[in-house]
Structures are given as structure tokens and as C-alpha cells.
């Protein structure tokens, strides 16, 4: 389906932008099925949150509207919805009046092997860290380059996903999913106040455990709580809950609180 | 003058651009005069050294050959080139045989008031700190919120650049320019291993000073240091020299060492 800028049939954008200049923007990456976005208000909350951050000043009720425009022509798919600060000419120096943008692309719902999720997946340990910026931590921003360093870190199938960590060693997230560990009952996953970013499923996953009743606690998890870890999975808004079945020399099978969190993804990704 | 892509007039990107999508490229900033980029060299080595670290395959002689084109027609002012990594379906994972993607844009070059050069100039003390990722450090990457954030934080025009530190209080650079101080007649700029970029016009003055028997250390500079200085200024490859008469409460007068290299980058910048 044709991208769209402004609500407008687009394929390109103008070279002033700062998205493409510095990174200045933020993106989401929301699933669509049957013409409806799934997560809406999760993904339209931590972008607002992020253009609060970054002081962009874009009209939330106008991405809504025209996101769910473009959701419903595509109907089944991937809409990537970013928003740049705009147009500027040479220098760091916001231009007061800049418009933001508003960019909509359109793919096909991506085709992962159906064992991701029943059997699990092994992730690769990145040595690529993520660096410390609380100032941008949390936040799906532009500024993407550790993404794409560790990604590039390996290449076989056998990896479905990466994990990364942060200087100090400590657990952070995966290259495009959020992690979670399972110890006695009780569902771990990383602070992400210094680094990462902080997954919309991530968050609808915390706030439907807690409502179940699940212990849950979001701390700074060193490399050992793998070690200690009854189960292990990673999660984003497109495929849902994949459970983890390996990390380097450590496995595990999918367990109860896995199975059950990746059937309450599947219910969000659904409805 | 018309932007390039590809050594082809063009005023939009592609919105696959990976440097759209997650600033998965690099630039350099080109002060051109009477049709010749000045340190062309010192503009090249950096960018090849920058793609060599984010891998990135662009033909090099073949940007040399474009930037020197568009130059001649540029006459004056200021070429901004960006190499980004191409473009890509969705997904951090480079495409195998994607090519990288050149993009040239002029601009006058900025009349900054003539007093900065000569009285010096005031800088702002950002709180906005700079992240440590060793991987990207020194480079001009695409992947710059970190200025744009500390580069909104004062809009009073008496303050002509900020200064930033690091998480640790350390002095790196400005947001635009990097920082040197003169203490007993010895030169001494941040280590960039961790973060900041190693401008081309720093890293032509450390050889200047070299040749010229000036004692230099790269090492980490604590605030401190700033307290300790007898004379501070800061460089980029667009203006020379700027010295720097205050800083919060402290304040310097334009030195000799200052005067010095500030001759010496005039001098660079012309021929």
C-alpha cells in the first residue's frame, strides 16, 4: 500500500527533514488486522509521551484519525507511523513554527515460523551495549544505530532475536522485543529508565499481570537472574509472546506463565 | 543550489531511507570556498573510518569525485553530505546488496557576528548530557537527538554555543564544535573514545600543534579543569576558532595559544 505524508499519497520525503537529518523523530510499529490497529491507545500514548519529551508539538487527534484511516485501507499488515520534527534548514536549532510530519508506510504482516512461538526461540547474546541516555530512554525514537549494529552481529536462522545489555552487563532488552523473566511464580523485566525502549506490549503485558494478579516487578536484572530465570520470553506488538528456549549455553522449556501471558498477547493482538 | 542523491538533482528521499528510519548513516559539514571544499582530506578520512565501523560500502572516490563536482558549482558556502546505509524493507537487519545512498545539499555559509572570532564567545552549560556507546563514539553519525535536545535548551543569543558533558560530569565538547583549553602553555581536548565527535578542524589543529612543538593531551578533562584553565576556545570546520570568554561564572580573555591556532584554522579554512 502507498505511504502516505500528511495524510497525502507520498514515497518520498523532502530532504530539510530533520528525521532524516538527525533522527529527530519517533516512530511506532503497529499490527493491523481486519482494518484495525491493534494496541491503539498503547502505541498512541508512548508517542505522545515521546513528542512530550522531545518537545514535538504534533496533533495527537489528527495522527489518530489518519492512522486509522490508513489502517483501515490496509487491512491486514504493518502500519510504521513516524513523526519528525519537520522541515529545517542547516543546524541543531529547532526552527520555531516547524511542522512536524507525519509519515504512514504500509507492509505485510511479517510470516515468522510458527515454532517462534509454540516451541520458542534462542536468542543471540549482542555485543553491541546500549548506551545510558535517560534523557532519551524509553522513547521508540529514530536514533536507531545500536539496533542496527546488533542486529548485523548475526546472520543464521537459528537466532530469531538478539539480546542486549546494557555497559554494566545487566539484562536490557532484545534488538526488537522486550525480555521477561519467570523465577518462582513471579514475572522480572528490565527498568528501562537509562536505556531500551519500552515496548507497547511490554507495558500492556505488566498492566494485564498485575490485573491477574501475577507478581511483577520492573528492577535492573544482572546477567546471573538468566542463570536463576525458570522461564524466559521476549515480546513485542507484532508477534505477541515468543517463549525463550535459549541463551548461549543456558535453555529452558516454555513454562505455565509464559503459555499464559503469550494467550493474553494473542487476546490484545486480536481485539 | 539543488541538492544531489546519487550525483543527481533531487529534493526528496526515498521514505525506505534507512537514514529516515533509524539515522543509519553518516555526514560531514563542508565549508567551501571559491569552489573547493576546505579539508577535504581531514571531511574524507572520517567519513571512510565512519563507514568502516557502521559498515557501511559506499565507493569513496566516487563521493570525493561528486563532492568536488557539486563544490565547483556551489562557488561559497556550505555542503552538507550524508552517506546513509540505503534503503530497506522494514527491520534493522541491512539488506545484502542494498546501496548506499549520497546525498549532497548547499547552503550559504552563516554570517556569524564578527565578535565571536575576536572578543570570543559565551557558552551555555547544557544539562543535557552525552551518553557513553564506544562504538559510535567520534563519528558523525546520523543519530544526533542528543544535540538537537541540548542545543533547544537556550534561545538567547548570548550564549553562541553550549557546552556538554558526559553522564560522569566530564567535559567532551560543544554541541556543535569541539573543546579546547591552554593550561602553562600545554593543549588539552577530551578523549573521544566514549563518546562525542572528533571533528575534522580538532583533529587538524592537534597535528598543527604537533608540528608546531606545542605540547597536546587528549585525556578526560574533569569540570574542574575548566577552573584550572588559562585559556579555553572552541573549533569547528565551518568557523576556525572561536575563543571562549565565559562559562557560567568563570571567564577567560582570547590567549596566545588561542590567537595561534585560531591563525592556523583561518589559514587551513582558506587554502
Redesign the interface.
Known amino acids: 500500500m502507498h ?1 502516505w ?1 500528511d495524510g497525502q499519497p ?15 523523530g519517533l ?1 511506532e ?1 503497529i499490527a493491523v488486522r481486519g482494518g484495525r490497529p491493534s494496541l491503539l491507545d498503547g502505541h498512541l500514548a508512548r508517542l505522545a509521551l515521546g513528542c512530550q519529551r ?2 514535538i508539538d504534533a496533533d495527537l487527534a489528527l495522527v489518530r484519525e489518519e492512522l486509522l484511516r490508513y489502517a483501515s485501507q490496509l487491512a491486514d499488515g ?1 502500519a ?1 507511523l ?1 513523526i ?2 519537520g522541515d529545517s ?6 526552527v520555531a513554527g516547524a511542522m512536524p510530519r507525519r ?1 504512514l ?1 504500509g ?1 505485510p504482516l511479517p510470516s515468522y515460523p510458527v515454532e517462534h512461538a509454540e516451541h520458542g526461540v534462542r536468542l543471540f547474546l549482542c555485543q ?2 546500549l ?3 535517560p ?2 530512554a524509553g522513547l521508540k ?12 552481529e548475526w546472520q543464521d536462522s537459528e537466532h530469531a532475536e538478539g539480546l542486549m545489555r546494557d ?1 554494566q552487563g545487566r539484562l536490557i532488552e532484545g ?2 522485543s522486550n525480555l521477561f523473566l519467570v523465577r518462582e511464580g513471579k514475572l522480572f523485566t528490565a527498568d528501562l529508565s537509562r ?1 531500551g525502549v519500552a515496548g507497547v506490549m511490554r507495558a500492556a503485558l505488566l498492566q494485564q499481570a498485575v490485573l491477574q494478579g501475577i507478581p511483577v516487578q520492573v528492577c535492573d536484572l544482572p546477567f546471573e537472574a538468566l542463570e536463576q530465570a525458570d522461564e524466559v520470553f521476549v515480546c513485542n506488538s507484532v508477534y505477541g509472546v515468543w517463549p525463550v528456549r535459549g541463551i548461549a549455553a543456558l535453555n529452558w522449556s516454555p513454562g505455565p506463565l509464559t503459555r499464559k501471558l503469550q494467550a493474553v498477547a494473542r487476546t490484545l493482538l486480536e481485539t
Chains 1, 2 share one sequence.
Open positions: 505511504s505524508i507520498a514515497a518520498a520525503v523532502n530532504l530539510q527533514n530533520r528525521g532524516l537529518a538527525y533522527g529527530d516512530f510499529t522531545l518537545a504493518i510504521k513516524i519528525t520534527r534548514q542547516r543546524g541543531y536549532a529547532p509519515i508506510q507492509s553491541t551495549r548506551g545510558e541516555q534523557l532519551l525514537h529514530l536514533n536507531r544505530l545500536e539496533q542496527v549494529l546488533a542486529r548485523a555497559g534488538v526488537f536505556c
